[in-house]
């Protein structure tokens, strides 16, 4: 197994995950992406376990990204805006998949507890109703705010990690 990627900005990546990316069951390149948009990796029961509402995953190939990378790389200010960066810590947080396409609802691997065994977050988005109009003409429009990162798993050795499905 390519050990390029073991580690990411000075944090180790968890067995577990460097065990799936070997076995080829996580996505490791560049093709993977078009194969997850027509096959989940994840079953949609899975996914709902730790994202209710949610029925796709899209699995980062490596290598990953720390969080503070994203943020210095991030021309469209994506991160700084949206990010609730004030709820973590960018250089102890490694970007490793998100909710699939246009949710931008990132998974991570969180490291603030220790450099071993990191939590696995997402980030969160709660949809708001705006309301325009007259009294006589209302048009109501749902948008969606960031309402911070939410932990999806607590420690890698956890037996409710979403398994890849073949």
């Given at each position: 197994m390519d050990t390029n990627f073991a580690g990411v900005g000075g944090l180790t990546l968890p067995k577990r995950l460097l065990a799936l990316i070997g076995s080829g069951l996580w996505p490791c390149t560049g093709d993977n992406p078009r194969q997850q948009s027509l096959k989940s990796v994840v079953a949609k029961e899975r996914i709902q376990l730790f994202a209710p509402g949610e029925d796709e995953v899209y699995l980062y190939s490596p290598p990953f990204s720390t969080i503070a990378g994203r943020v210095a790389a991030d021309k469209a200010?994506?991160?700084?805006?949206?990010?609730?960066?004030?709820?973590?810590?960018?250089?102890?947080?490694?970007?490793?998949?998100?909710?699939?396409?246009?949710?931008?609802?990132?998974?991570?691997?969180?490291?603030?507890?220790?450099?071993?065994?990191?939590?696995?977050?997402?980030?969160?988005?709660?949809?708001?109703?705006?309301?325009?109009?007259?009294?006589?003409?209302?048009?109501?429009?749902?948008?969606?705010?960031?309402?911070?990162?939410?932990?999806?798993?607590?420690?890698?050795?956890?037996?409710?990690?979403?398994?890849?499905?073949?």
């Open positions: 200010d994506f991160w700084s805006r949206f990010g609730a960066l004030e709820q973590i810590t960018p250089e102890l947080c490694v970007d490793i998949g998100d909710l699939g396409a246009g949710s931008d609802s990132a998974i991570v691997l969180d490291y603030s507890e220790g450099p071993f065994d990191p939590s696995v977050i997402r980030l969160q988005w709660r949809k708001t109703l705006r309301m325009f109009g007259s009294a006589a003409q209302i048009a109501s429009i749902h948008s969606q705010t960031c309402s911070g990162w939410t932990i999806m798993r607590h420690h890698s050795h956890n037996r409710s990690v979403p398994k890849p499905s073949r």
